[in-house]
């Protein structure tokens, strides 16, 4: 586990907008394993429970309100989706787990292909695990966090939505995820706490993403 902490410079930060923003395109949406991209380059996913903010926080990191497309709707998400990021990386939109309108022998199909491209993409290089931060980790994520471990996936915990609570709640949210983390051999022992809508910790965000772009 990589127990660095997140600080970074004014000029870290301006270098990641520029290697981030309005540099990703959609790319292709995966219903099989047999369509995913060649492995030519690295690649972040950002996973977490339906209606949890990934597409909102993919738009935010990228500063492209309409490249990944949200919804009310949980698990309206329903493949896995491919954004290339200035030729460097692809970006990973995945379903959401623990809900969706959809029927019971569909949802399996989709968490058995997000298991499968978990233990078998070997340019995976970190999963962004997003936790609401109103509701906290759950067993759900418990059960992902343990599967990521088992696969040896590196992975990050984001808090989201924290305009949604207050400072006080936050701090209680934030000790119990921390906690919850130290558990896990995979996951970075920094979570990071963000903000889709007020562009809170994105900046951070992007910096971490930058720096696993391909030189």
Request: charged share 25%; net charge positive.
């Amino acid at each position: 586990m990589d127990n660095k902490t997140l600080e970074y410079s004014v000029e870290e930060l301006a270098e990641a907008d520029k290697k981030v923003k309005s540099q990703a395109e959609f790319v292709l949406s995966v219903a099989d394993l047999r369509q995913l991209p060649g492995d030519e380059l690295p690649e972040i996913a950002f996973a977490g429970r339906s209606n949890v903010g990934k597409s909102s926080i993919i738009n935010a990191l990228t500063a492209q309100g309409g490249l990944a497309k949200t919804s009310n709707t949980p698990g309206r998400t329903q493949q896995l989706n491919f954004f290339k990021l200035a030729e460097k990386l692809y970006l990973v939109d995945f379903p959401g787990y623990g809900f969706a309108k959809a029927p019971e022998a569909q949802v399996r199909q989709w968490q058995k292909m997000i298991f499968a491209y978990l233990q078998g993409r070997a340019s995976l290089k970190r999963v962004f695990l997003l936790i609401d931060s109103r509701h906290g980790i759950k067993k759900v994520d418990t059960d992902i966090m343990d599967l990521l471990d088992k696969a040896a996936v590196t992975y990050q915990i984001v808090l989201t939505k924290i305009d949604k609570i207050s400072a006080t709640d936050l701090a209680k949210v934030k000790s119990a995820t921390e906690s919850e983390v130290g558990k896990h051999a995979a996951a970075y022992a920094k979570v990071l706490v963000t903000s889709s809508e007020k562009n809170i910790g994105i900046a951070e965000l992007r910096a971490e993403v930058a720096a696993l772009m391909k030189d």
